[in-house]
């Protein structure tokens, strides 16, 4: 396991800590910091963001890229629109249904079959090469600590199911794509989508059906992205993983733990 790399000075001072679940913290303690109403001996659950948490890269964007390599999209406007998409995602301003129907159009087109075969291209060609040891150390590590693992993404699950399969996670919560009778898919979301406030929704409808309430289990959070503020805020342990800028200041503002999980 390697150590979480200080990025800055005001991280030192924050307390970064090594790569691992959480132990009790001697700093600050923010508003989502360890509950009252979390007994001690309730489930361990750590949830994950996938991309730019657990993976280097943005899946949703680099399938994307790849299927413009395939020659599956118009080139030109393809990257143009997105391009623009991801800049949206990153400025918190994405509309996550008109990105669906934007980023299935080639799976649409070429139909599951094809779809499906080069999705495992993509995954020995893009996706293997870039998951990190300390990455699946950091999962594995909750797994042997009897933690449940569970991926929370914004991503689709035609994308995200092989790799979390590849993290050795069964749990996955990601955006369900729509189908028809022919199990092809429409271009539109199935259900809640999870992204930003929906995935606590996605979490808690999930929580539930275990007959479990957050009050009921001890959670840590792994993201990446100030998009996921809402589920960082009911988390019993948030934890700011490779953060974007602004969840890095919000980071050392509440005293939540810091981790840079990739080299920089």
Known sequence: MTDEVNT?????????????????????????AVREATSVGA????????????????????????????GWCDANDFK????????????GTLDIHAYVRFATIA??????????AARALFMGDVVHKVI???????????????????????????????IADAFGVQELIAVELERDAQGEVT?????????REGKV??????????????????????????????????ATHPVATNPDERLRALALERGWRILALFAQ
């Open 8 to 32: 800055a000075q005001a991280d030192t001072e924050a307390g970064v800590r090594r790569a691992g679940p959480p132990q009790a913290s001697t700093g600050p303690l923010g508003s989502s």
């Open 43 to 70: 489930p361990k659950i750590a949830l994950f963001d996938l991309d730019h948490t657990l993976i280097p890269i943005d899946s949703d964007y680099e399938w994307g890229e790849f299927t413009l390599a395939l």
């Open 80 to 91: 143009r629109r997105n391009s623009e998409f991801f800049a949206q995602y990153r400025a």
């Open 107 to 116: 799976m649409r087109q070429q139909g599951a079959i094809k779809s499906i």
């Open 132 to 162: 990190e040891k300390q990455a699946l150390a950091l999962v594995r590590q909750h797994q042997e600590a009897g933690d449940q693992v569970v991926i929370v993404t914004a991503t689709n699950e035609f994308v995200t199911r092989p």
């Open 187 to 195: 271009g539109e979301i199935k259900g809640t989508p999870s992204f």
């Open 201 to 234: 929704a996605r979490v808690e409808a999930w929580l539930a059906a275990r007959q479990l309430g957050w009050s009921d289990v001890e959670t840590t959070f792994y993201t990446d992205s100030i998009n996921d503020l809402a589920l960082l805020e009911k």
